[in-house]
């Protein structure tokens, strides 16, 4: 969307602009085009003069600006050596800040800018030079014209403004609805370390940063490094540490605040050089606890919102063991003596987009891991996952980053398989027993994402801009990159890896790398060991280089009760892009099972990138009553089960004994199903047959999440409520006899989902007023806050109910839990609530994004939909596809991308599908985010519609 002036620029310069298209010569026509659009005002001069602060506003401030593969290129190319000085002045809504940049120029370029989104600039020097900042200060850049350029180092000079932001990028701010208390946090990539100050906001830009920070005098501030110096703003010291390391002394005093209340002052070390996305900043009145340096791990910090701290004091010594025990497996793994960064903080922070982030010494987590209620198994075991990934980040991201985005998988490929294995391996966490089992369960998110039209490469070469990367963070860049990395060490050897690795990490450390770097160092290794050659060459072609899911099916014959041929069969997917999918290289292990489920394993098995692999057994083998390829999960592959098996596996799929195995099992049912091989019913008919004989929860659980997919998408609609009623009953019926603790919180996570009916509804306002029941017996179940939140949702969205026992029941949940969690089930009630208007309100608040955070407007959004009642979902059926494409022009990509996957009609049927199909002809392929958005889901339906019909 462009302003007014914009567009006027535009078509007076239409020419030039294709260039800018392009962007290696934007900055420059940038600068003529604010030229052109320049206020009149105070000169430079005057401004010099003024005691006053004239703020100089980007004129463009509402273009969408992405930094190209190209400009980082060219920046890199001439700049070198960068240094920021960084001071920092928070206020209530706003802060100031203070940037001295200086780098090494090799030669005068039209490459030279700064990124910068803010709110304003105050004063902009170049090497000295006081230049007029509303000139070159436009479209998110500061241009450092050619003309203000030394070759040799080079000083920038910025006193700016900006404001928080309330989606999770930049710098956060957030205010906690218990006691009004301030948090503030940052979240800087892919690319948003220039939302909170100008960077040259680029990976393979290393610098070392010096920061300063001045808040209020109770807040704890977290940096990258350990605190330099403190003191206090009305001391003559801090205007003497100014003068010391050339910070604007006028950074002290933020004018725009009513209050003069003296602030404290934190000075902390120089960061090693490290890139902009993992410098990381945290402040407020945190709730902090420490842990000195211990054995090799540094001191370490964990913080958390007082209101919350009650809930994470009995998980802090945990939360230390676990980072302790990773450090010591990763620095034995990766040959280190100690751990390179001063310390190690680690932070639950409000309303965080991702799981966790790895900043230098200042990891941010999502709050979703403070446990309020009782955790199962699972979420701990997920949670330890994830604070060994964010912390193999130290190594892959931190120590040795990715030159650009393409290469990303360098990063969250290897954090991803690494955590895995340091949970399973790592001495003292033994009491860990998930880890490859949550790795099983993480697969389902590539199998998903490759089998779509808008899947990828691993590596992908063509990420041509910063958007395009942040679409790199999905399913195949992590999950498939992960898994194929499992695959790779399967073939090769765990010492192999291990020693590739370590080559890595000497030759690279401190520096920027692409996939030739990490493909030389494994390739060395692998040519010291003769036993399990693999040219990477080919398996990168094989593996990072093309997109597309291979599938594999058993093929046997038996003469006289035994086995006397095995074959594996291998087809390429029809679904995803089939046009870059090939047959590949898999070694795997194979499961034969006698009637009564007993296994006998061939591991080890190569099946080669051809159709059909004949396998030579080691032995006689009895005729069996099914077979089982991948056991162990070691490869990444759809699994086909023939048709012997499926009958023997159906009937007898309790009788194995593998937790994992049975899983993956019921992952080949399901693949069944959605490939339209199975229909729907019968699959959620064995998940029901699960839910009364299975012990182990993530079986129940992932089994669970399969059904209601397996009952909103692939039933027909008349018989959605009455398989939801026999799932809920059969919960209830599980709940009711279950001992295991664990089961039942793993259950109750998905019991809101199926609640469809009033009756239902009335017997949980029930449960919330007098306790949870089933057949007149009192059940002992950990009846959650997050559970009754849940139901309260569908108990508000039920019109037959009383609205004033709804808000009587809402009220008194609220004044037990005043938090944000409290807030975002309030805004997920009301947008439930099955009136017209309150839809039509709710509906125009959604189009244009507020000042609501986007996390709490998420809430509203996911509560928005009443299918069940047609007056109140027609309407917005078609208001969807006709304002999603401007939603999706004038909003940032993440609103307009969450507005899509909530509000997009959860309806099937060929209208609906008619109507994607036209909106997609109405979208330019240059929109891509949406064109990949709607071919996801006109995939989604038509594979539903062709899904339901097996079922009539």
Not at 277 to 291: D, N, Q, R
């Amino acid at each position: 969307i462009l302003i007014k002036s914009e567009m006027d620029f535009l078509k007076k310069n239409k020419k030039q602009m294709l260039i800018v298209g392009g962007g290696l010569l934007a900055s420059m026509l940038i600068y003529k085009a604010i030229k052109s659009l320049k206020k009149t005002g105070a000169s430079a001069s005057e401004e010099s003069k003024s005691t006053e602060r004239i703020a100089h506003h980007d004129p463009l401030a509402k273009s969408h600006v992405d930094l190209t593969w190209e400009e980082a290129i060219a920046r890199s190319q001439y700049i070198s050596n960068v240094k920021y000085t960084l001071a920092l002045n928070f206020g209530r809504t706003s802060y100031d800040g203070f940037v001295n940049l200086s780098f090494d120029l090799s030669q005068k370029s039209d490459a030279v800018f700064l990124d910068y989104m803010g709110q304003a600039v105050y004063e902009l020097k170049i090497n000295g030079q006081k230049v007029p900042a509303d000139t070159y200060f436009a479209r998110h850049r500061i241009i450092i014209e050619q003309k203000f350029q030394v070759e040799g180092r080079n000083t920038v000079e910025i006193y700016y403004k900006n404001i928080y932001s309330n989606n999770g990028e930049g710098l956060h701010s957030f205010i906690d609805p218990e006691d009004k208390k301030q948090y503030l946090y940052t979240q800087f990539e892919s690319f948003f370390a220039h939302r909170m100050f100008p960077c040259f906001d680029q990976p393979d830009l290393k610098a070392k940063l010096k920061l300063m920070v001045i808040a209020d005098k109770e807040w704890s501030i977290i940096g990258n490094e350990t605190l330099f110096w403190s003191g206090t703003t009305d001391q003559p010291s801090g205007a003497q540490i100014c003068k010391n390391y050339g910070f604007d002394e006028r950074i002290l005093f933020n004018p725009d605040e009513e209050s003069k209340e003296i602030k404290k002052i934190h000075l902390f070390q120089d960061t090693p050089a490290i890139s902009p996305y993992i410098y990381g900043l945290v402040a407020g009145p945190y709730k902090e606890f420490k842990k000195d340096k211990s054995g090799k791990s540094p001191k370490m910090k964990i913080l958390v919102r007082e209101s919350l701290s009650k809930h994470v004091e009995s998980d802090v010594e945990e939360f230390f063991n676990v980072t302790s025990k990773g450090i010591d497996f990763y620095l034995d793994l990766f040959e280190f003596d100690k751990f390179h960064f001063s310390k190690y903080d680690q932070i639950y922070v409000p309303e965080f987009n991702w799981g966790a982030m790895e900043n230098v010494g200042c990891v941010t987590y999502t709050e979703n891991y403070v446990f309020k209620d009782k955790p199962t198994e699972r979420d701990r075991n997920r949670f330890a996952i994830t604070i060994l990934h964010e912390l193999s980040h130290m190594w892959f991201g931190n120590l040795v980053t990715m030159k650009w985005w393409n290469d990303l998988w360098l990063n969250e490929s290897f954090a991803t398989y690494i955590s895995h294995l340091c949970l399973e391996e790592a001495p003292g966490l033994d009491h860990y027993k998930k880890s490859w089992i949550i790795f099983l369960a993480y697969k389902a998110w590539a199998y998903r994402e490759d089998q779509l039209s808008t899947t990828h490469p691993i590596c992908n070469d063509q990420c041509e801009n910063t958007e395009a990367a942040e679409k790199n963070f999905d399913g195949i860049t992590y999950a498939k990159g992960s898994s194929v990395l499992k695959q790779l060490v399967y073939r090769i050897g765990h010492d192999v890896f291990k020693n590739g690795i370590r080559k890595y990490f000497k030759k690279y450390q401190w520096k920027n790398t692409s996939l030739p770097d990490f493909i030389g160092s494994l390739q060395e290794a692998i040519n010291e060991d003769h036993e399990n050659y693999v040219d990477l060459s080919e398996w990168k072609a094989e593996w990072l280089q093309t997109s597309g899911l291979n599938e594999i099916e058993p093929i046997w014959e038996c003469q006289e009760g035994k086995i006397s041929r095995f074959a594996i069969k291998q087809t390429i997917s029809q679904k995803g892009k089939k046009e870059q999918n090939i047959l590949r290289n898999h070694k795997l292990d194979v499961a034969f099972y006698d009637q009564e489920m007993n296994e006998t394993i061939l591991p080890g098995i190569l099946v080669k990138n051809q159709e059909i692999t004949e396998i030579e057994l080691p032995h006689e083998y009895p005729e069996p009553a099914a077979i089982f390829l991948n056991k162990n999960d070691h490869a990444y592959a759809k699994i086909r089960l023939d048709p012997k098996s499926i009958e023997s596996i159906k009937k007898n799929i309790m009788k194995v004994k593998c937790e994992m195995t049975r899983i993956m099992m019921a992952r080949a049912f399901w693949d069944m199903v959605r490939d339209c091989l199975m229909p729907s019913a019968q699959f959620l008919d064995l998940t029901l047959q699960l839910l009364k004989e299975e012990t182990d929860s993530d079986n129940i659980l992932t089994s669970l999440s399969y059904s209601l997919a397996g009952i909103s998408l692939y039933l027909p609609a008349k018989y959605r409520e009455g398989y939801k009623v026999k799932f809920l009953e059969a919960i209830l019926e599980r709940l009711s006899v279950e001992k295991d603790e664990n089961m039942k919180g793993s259950i109750l996570k998905l019991l809101p989902n199926y609640v469809s009916t009033t009756e239902h509804r009335n017997m949980f306002i029930k449960w919330i007023r007098e306790g949870p029941t089933y057949k007149d017996k009192a059940l002992e179940i950990p009846f959650g806050q997050a559970v009754k939140y849940g139901l309260l949702r569908r108990i508000f969205a039920d019109k037959t109910i009383d609205k004033e026992l709804k808000e009587s029941l809402l009220s008194t949940e609220l004044q037990k839990d005043p938090s944000d969690a409290g807030e975002k089930a309030k805004a997920a009630c009301y947008a439930a609530i099955p009136e017209l208007e309150n839809k039509e309100k709710h509906w125009n608040s959604f189009i244009s994004k507020g000042e609501t955070s986007d996390v709490m407007t998420n809430s509203a959004m996911g509560a928005f939909w009443n299918t069940s009642e047609k007056e109140l979902s027609e309407p917005f059926v078609d208001k969807f596809f006709q304002t999603v494409h401007s939603v999706f022009q004038k909003e940032e990509r993440r609103y307009a991308e969450n507005f899509y996957n909530h509000l997009e009609p959860p309806i099937q049927s060929q209208e609906i599908l008619d109507k994607y199909s036209q909106l997609l002809e109405t979208v330019p392929d240059s929109d891509k985010n949406l064109v990949d958005l709607i071919k996801t889901s006109i995939e989604d339906l038509t594979a539903a519609l062709k899904g339901q019909e097996l079922n009539e």
